[in-house]
């Protein structure tokens, strides 16, 4: 019995593990590059919704897809405001959080169950079951994806051009770095990724989205980053 226990709340602790990681992993990528996304709040709440969508209508491989072409959609959106058209990043990033609280607010108002809708459970992802609860398989992208994007970032000349357009933008310039297009496909690929994060907590962890759903999830990634 206390084995099941402790294996229950270690487990429940690995779900809950993995949107964080793979946010705030993607975080790292776009960070490098020199834009900080407040918007990653935004973005796991508005995958969680596509996401959810995508499966109900093409199983859960297609609503993790889904879900990472939205946040991938919304990172290269910010990215563009925020190197091209020299936007402010704060402001970029608290309008994806504002656009994406409004759209799900709204479609869950439009479902007509204010609040809570629920993903069909043939359309959620099918879990690794173990006589303790079942393991997602997740759980082994979230683990294994930080080791690859190290790597990535200081083991590879893509990654140290990345780092240095976001640590000297200037002496990257000189080098004949396209700066604006490494920050923009940066920051999209650190996007993608809290999409896929969203994506993950409405047709696999949790099997329902709700408006509160990303639940401070980027903000704690976004720290994680940071501090």
Same mark, same amino acid.
């Given at each position: 019995?206390?084995?099941?226990?402790?294996?229950?709340?270690?487990?429940?602790?690995?779900?809950?593990?993995?949107?964080?990681?793979?946010?705030?992993?993607? #975080? !790292?990528? /776009? #960070?490098?590059?020199?834009?900080?996304?407040?918007?990653? #709040?935004? @973005?796991?709440?508005?995958?969680?919704?596509? +996401?959810?969508?995508?499966?109900?209508?093409?199983?859960?491989?297609?609503?993790?897809?889904?879900?990472?072409?939205? /946040?991938?959609?919304?990172?290269?959106?910010?990215?563009? !405001?925020?190197?091209?058209?020299?936007?402010? $990043?704060? @402001?970029?990033?608290?309008?994806?959080?504002?656009?994406?609280?409004?759209?799900?607010?709204?479609?869950?108002?439009?479902?007509?169950?204010?609040?809570?809708?629920?993903?069909?459970?043939? %359309? $959620?992802?099918?879990?690794? %079951?173990?006589?303790?609860?079942?393991?997602?398989?997740?759980?082994?992208?979230?683990?294994?994806?930080? !080791?690859?994007?190290?790597?990535?970032?200081?083991?590879?000349?893509?990654?140290?051009?990345?780092?240095?357009?976001?640590?000297?933008?200037?002496?990257?310039?000189?080098?004949?770095?396209?700066?604006?297009?490494?920050?923009?496909?940066?920051?999209?690929?650190?996007? %993608?990724?809290?999409?896929?994060?969203?994506?993950?907590?409405?047709?696999?962890?949790?099997?329902?989205?709700?408006? #509160?759903? %990303?639940? +401070?999830? /980027?903000?704690?990634?976004?720290?994680?980053?940071?501090?």
């Amino acid at each position: 019995m206390n084995l099941a226990y402790f294996w229950g709340i270690f487990l429940g602790s690995l779900h809950a593990m993995v949107p964080i990681t793979l946010t705030a992993t993607g #975080e !790292v990528i /776009g #960070e490098s590059a020199g834009l900080f996304n407040i918007g990653l #709040e935004g @973005i796991i709440l508005l995958s969680a919704m596509t +996401g959810a969508l995508g499966a109900e209508a093409g199983g859960p491989a297609v609503g993790l897809l889904v879900g990472l072409g939205t /946040g991938l959609v919304m990172g290269l959106v910010f990215g563009w !405001v925020c190197t091209y058209f020299k936007g402010i $990043q704060l @402001i970029a990033g608290v309008g994806i959080n504002l656009f994406a609280a409004g759209l799900v607010t709204f479609w869950l108002i439009h479902l007509g169950v204010p609040g809570h809708h629920a993903v069909a459970a043939e %359309s $959620q992802m099918v879990n690794i %079951s173990t006589p303790y609860g079942d393991f997602s398989p997740m759980i082994f992208v979230a683990i294994t994806l930080p !080791v690859l994007i190290y790597i990535l970032l200081f083991r590879t000349k893509l990654g140290l051009k990345i780092r240095a357009v976001g640590e000297n933008p200037q002496a990257a310039d000189v080098a004949g770095i396209k700066i604006h297009l490494l920050r923009l496909l940066s920051t999209a690929a650190g996007a %993608s990724l809290a999409g896929l994060a969203g994506a993950y907590i409405s047709i696999d962890w949790l099997g329902s989205v709700t408006k #509160e759903i %990303s639940a +401070g999830r /980027g903000f704690i990634a976004l720290a994680t980053v940071v501090f």
